[in-house]
């Protein structure tokens, strides 16, 4: 590889990595989900027909397949929409919120470390890949992309059950 091209590799791994995980042009993860009262883990909004756990819950899935699609010898792809989404009517306490988010922010850490890892090729195709275009780049924009599009649902969700804190819009 000539220093050029090793040039050009590290800084498309930074520019991914900073597209997963810090704050770009929308807010993170982290910051939609601070401070959400306990009360409406299970509220549905008017003309939603899916809870704020349900939303992160169904991130969480989607990321944990991706991830899986990308490190696993024995790849078992899902049923859309069933397996992507909790059953309508499953509700979540305290303790299945906590562990949302905490699978969630594990397996983005994972994806994290998989881009940063100069020993794997960004643009070679995947195990489970049927062709050439799934490759380790392609499923970190694909999460990077899920991500910011339903974190900014989740965002929007907040901003219409008035969940925000107080200084929200001080931030």
């Not at 601070?34 to 704020?52: G, I, L, M, R, S």
């Not at 990321?63 to 899986?68: M, P």
């Not at 999460?143 to 008035?162: K, S, T, W």
């Amino acid at each position: 590889m000539t220093t050029e091209h090793a040039k050009i590799v590290e800084s498309t791994r930074a520019q991914v990595l900073a597209l997963l995980g810090e704050k770009q042009a929308h807010m993170t993860f982290n910051e939609a989900v601070a401070d959400f009262p306990a009360e409406h883990y299970n509220t549905k909004p008017p003309h939603v027909p899916y809870t704020p756990w349900h939303l992160l819950e169904h991130l969480r899935i989607a990321q944990r397949d991706i991830l899986d699609f990308v490190q696993s010898d024995h790849y078992r792809e899902l049923s859309w929409p069933t397996d992507y989404w909790p059953a309508p009517d499953a509700r979540a306490d305290t303790k299945a919120w906590d562990r949302t988010i905490a699978g969630f922010q594990e397996d983005l850490a994972a994806m994290q470390a998989l881009v940063a890892d100069p020993t794997r090729d960004l643009h070679a195709q995947l195990a489970n890949a049927d062709d050439d275009h799934y490759t380790l780049l392609r499923e970190a924009l694909l999460v990077a992309d899920h991500n910011a599009y339903h974190i900014g649902e989740f965002a929007i969700l907040r901003q219409v059950m008035g969940t925000w804190p107080p200084d929200h819009d001080k931030a």
